[in-house]
């Protein structure tokens, strides 16, 4: 029942962490030398999100995630971390499409909602399933000094 959970848990963040890839939007703001507006600084924290998931680097997706990071399964940072660790061991080859997000930014707070697929392989078919997932999630962001960091992210509900 344990690893079964701890399965689950980890298929469900790896859906919440896929989605965060948009390569267009952030780079209008290094093309022209402007100032990034919040959305674009946004987009480029999820693009770095994804690639992480992408090329199985906990750090470099836990270095968007707040300390203050808790989910609506009321895990926090340190746990959200030991289920990223366990999806990076047992799954490889992750794939990740997705939609343009919707980007909501109210003063120093941020709503994303986006939507997925997500595809990765178990490194031992026999004890982890195969991912395929779609779906839609909503991420919720807070401006920390000039970045964005994720608080929470889940199912739309």
């Given at each position: 029942?344990?690893?079964l959970?701890?399965t689950?848990m980890a298929l ?9 890839q948009t ?16 959305e674009?600084r ?11 998931m992408?090329n199985r ?7 968007h995630v ?24 047992n ?5 990740v499409t997705?939609a343009?997000?919707?980007i ?5 707070r ?16 026999h ?15 807070e401006?920390?000094?000039d ?10 509900s």
């Amino acid at each position: 029942m344990g690893l079964l959970r701890t399965t689950s848990m980890a298929l469900f963040m790896l859906c919440m962490f896929s989605a965060c890839q948009t390569q267009f939007a952030s780079n209008i703001g290094q093309m022209t030398g402007l100032t990034l507006s919040d959305e674009e600084r946004i987009t480029q924290v999820l693009e770095d999100v994804q690639r992480g998931m992408e090329n199985r680097r906990v750090y470099q997706v836990l270095a968007h995630v707040s300390r203050a990071y808790r989910d609506r399964s009321n895990r926090d940072y340190n746990e959200l971390s030991k289920d990223l660790n366990f999806l990076m061991r047992n799954y490889r080859n992750i794939r990740v499409t997705r939609a343009t997000p919707r980007i909501q930014v109210q003063g120093n707070r941020a709503t994303v909602i986006d939507t997925f697929g997500t595809n990765a392989d178990a490194v031992d078919a026999h004890t982890n399933p195969p991912v395929s997932l779609q779906g839609q999630v909503v991420i919720l962001m807070e401006r920390y000094k000039d970045t964005w960091q994720i608080l929470e992210w889940g199912p739309i509900s």
